[in-house]
C-alpha cells in the first residue's frame, strides 16, 4: 500500500526531489510562469493561465489521490499534510500576495525565471532569500504569533464535516466554475470584447470533454467512498499484522505502570468499557470513550497530534475491542499505541482490590471481553489499584471497613510486589518527508 520507501539516504532523497523540482520547474517554464508579464496580467483579469494551470493540478490530484485512498491503493494517513496555524498563515498569505503583485513573481517562478537567466526573476530570488534571512533573524520577537491558532492536519473535509469524496466532487466542480468563468473574464478584459458580446458557451469541445470526464470521475470518487478505519488496516498487508501475531502490542501492567512513573513520557489509556463499568473502576486518569465515537474526526485529531513523548495505551474488560480500536486507529496513523494485556481484568489480577469492594466472577485470562470482576459499588479511580504508582496518597478511599485506613486523614498506604515484565513499548517518531511550492 502506497505511499512506498522508493529511496533512503540524504543523496537518493536529493536525486529524487531535484528530479521532481527540474521536472516542475520545467512544466511552469513551458506554461510561462517565468514571464513576470504573463503572472502579473492574472491580477488585471487578462491572462489567467495561472489559475487554470494551478487548479488543474489541485483537481486532478484530488481525484487522483482520493481515487487511490477509496480502492486501497495508497494510506492517506501517511502522506503528509502541513499543520494549520489559521491566523499566521492568513498573514504569511496576504504577505505573499502583496509581494506577488508587486514583484510579479512568487518564490518558486521566480527560481524557474532565474534558471532561464532571467534579470528580474534572479533579483526577486534574491529579495526573497534576503527576506527568508530577515525572518528567521527577528521570528524570536513575534514567535507567539507565529505559533498561535494552531489546527494541526487539518484539511477541507474536517472544515465542512463531509465526507473526502464529497469534498473532492465540490473542489472540482468549483475549479470548472472557475475555468468557465475565466475564460469569459479574458475575453471581456484581455481581448476587449463588450460584456454584450461574450459569449458563454465554451469554444473548445476538448476542453468540455475533459472537463465532464473529471466531474464524472470526481462523482464516482464520491459514491465509492473511502474505506472504513478497520478496512484500510486489513489493507496494509502483513507487516501491520505482525505485531498482533507477535504479540508486540500487548503491554502488561505492570510496564503501563513503570511508565507513568517515567516523568519523560505521557501516558494515556483510552478506556473503551460503557459508563458504568468504568465507574465501578477504572486506572487513574484515564479517560473513558465510546467505542463509536473513536473515530471520530476530532478523537482521531487529538490522538495524531499528540507530542511524541506520548504513549497511548487501549483498554476494554479483556483484549477484543482493544485490539480492534488498535487495528483502526493505527490504520490512521496513530504513533505509540498499545493495548493494555489482559485489559480491566488483567489489570486487577496483577492489582487487586479488598474483597469487600469487588470479588472474581469470571476467568480474567477469558477470552471474551466480559468482566471478570463484580464490584459491590462504584469506586472510580479512588482504590489504590486505580494508582499502582502511588504507594501511598490522601486520595485514596478506605475501601468498605479496611483496617488499614487512617482515621485521623493520613496517608493510605499500600505495598505492591515488584513484577517482572518484557519491556514492548518503543517511542516513534512520525518523520515527515515534505515539500511545496511557493
Not at 465540490?170 to 478584459?189: D, I, K
Not at 476530532?298 to 506520548?310: E, H, I, R, Y
Request: hydrophobic share 50%.
Amino acid at each position: 500500500m502506497a505511499p512506498y520507501p522508493l529511496v533512503a539516504g540524504t543523496i537518493g532523497y536529493a536525486l529524487v526531489f531535484g528530479a521532481f523540482g527540474i521536472a516542475f520547474g520545467a512544466v511552469l517554464e513551458m506554461a510561462g510562469f517565468g514571464d513576470t508579464r504573463k503572472l502579473a496580467a492574472q491580477f488585471y483579469f487578462k491572462d489567467l493561465t495561472v489559475l487554470k494551470v494551478m487548479f488543474t493540478g489541485i483537481a486532478v490530484s484530488a481525484v487522483l489521490v482520493a481515487g487511490a485512498s477509496a480502492l486501497g491503493l495508497l494510506d492517506m494517513s501517511r502522506v503528509w499534510v502541513n499543520p494549520t496555524y489559521l491566523w499566521p498563515g492568513i498573514v504569511g498569505g496576504l504577505v505573499m500576495g502583496v509581494g506577488f503583485i508587486l514583484g510579479g513573481f512568487c518564490p518558486g517562478t521566480s527560481v524557474v525565471a532565474a534558471a532561464t537567466l532571467k534579470l528580474d526573476g534572479a533579483l526577486f530570488l534574491l529579495g526573497v532569500l534576503a527576506g527568508v534571512g530577515l525572518f528567521g533573524e527577528t521570528v524570536g520577537s513575534f514567535q507567539g504569533f507565529f505559533l498561535s491558532s494552531y489546527m494541526g492536519r487539518f484539511t477541507l473535509p474536517d472544515l465542512f464535516g463531509i465526507p473526502v469524496g464529497a469534498t473532492v466532487l465540490l473542489v472540482v466542480a468549483f475549479a470548472l466554475f472557475m475555468f468557465w468563468g475565466g475564460e469569459l473574464l479574458e475575453r471581456r478584459f484581455g481581448r476587449g470584447q463588450p460584456w454584450a458580446e461574450v459569449s458563454l458557451a465554451p469554444r473548445s469541445l476538448a476542453k468540455v470533454g475533459g472537463a465532464v470526464a473529471l466531474l464524472l470521475l470526481a462523482g464516482l470518487v464520491a459514491v465509492r467512498g473511502q474505506p472504513s478505519a478497520l478496512e484500510k488496516f486489513d489493507l496494509l498487508g502483513p507487516e501491520a499484522q505482525r505485531p498482533v501475531e507477535q504479540r508486540g502490542i500487548f503491554v502488561d501492567p505492570a510496564e503501563v505502570v513503570a511508565l507513568r512513573k517515567d516523568l519523560n513520557v505521557q501516558v494515556t489509556v483510552l478506556d473503551l468499557r460503557d459508563e458504568h463499568d468504568f465507574n465501578l473502576f477504572h486506572v487513574g486518569g484515564a479517560r473513558r470513550v465510546d467505542p463509536s465515537a473513536l473515530y471520530e474526526a476530532d478523537t482521531v485529531k487529538a490522538l495524531l497530534d499528540q507530542p511524541a513523548s506520548t504513549v497511548t495505551f487501549l483498554t476494554g474488560h479483556g483484549e477484543a475491542g482493544a485490539l480492534a480500536a488498535w487495528k483502526g486507529l493505527k490504520a490512521l496513523g496513530v504513533a505509540n499505541l498499545y493495548v493494555i494485556e489482559g485489559g480491566m481484568n488483567g489489570w486487577l489480577s496483577r492489582y487487586g482490590v479488598p474483597a469487600c469492594a469487588a470479588t472474581r466472577a469470571g476467568d480474567p485470562a477469558a477470552a471474551d471481553d466480559a468482566p471478570a470482576y463484580r464490584f459491590a459499588y462504584a469506586t472510580g479511580a479512588s482504590l489504590p489499584a486505580a494508582w499502582p504508582e502511588l504507594p501511598r496518597s490522601r486520595k485514596f478511599q478506605a475501601p468498605c471497613q479496611d483496617p488499614v485506613s487512617r482515621a485521623d486523614g493520613a496517608a493510605h498506604e499500600v505495598t505492591w510486589p515488584s513484577y517482572a515484565f518484557t519491556r514492548k513499548v518503543k517511542l516513534q517518531t512520525k518523520a515527515a518527508v515534505k515539500g511545496g511550492c511557493g
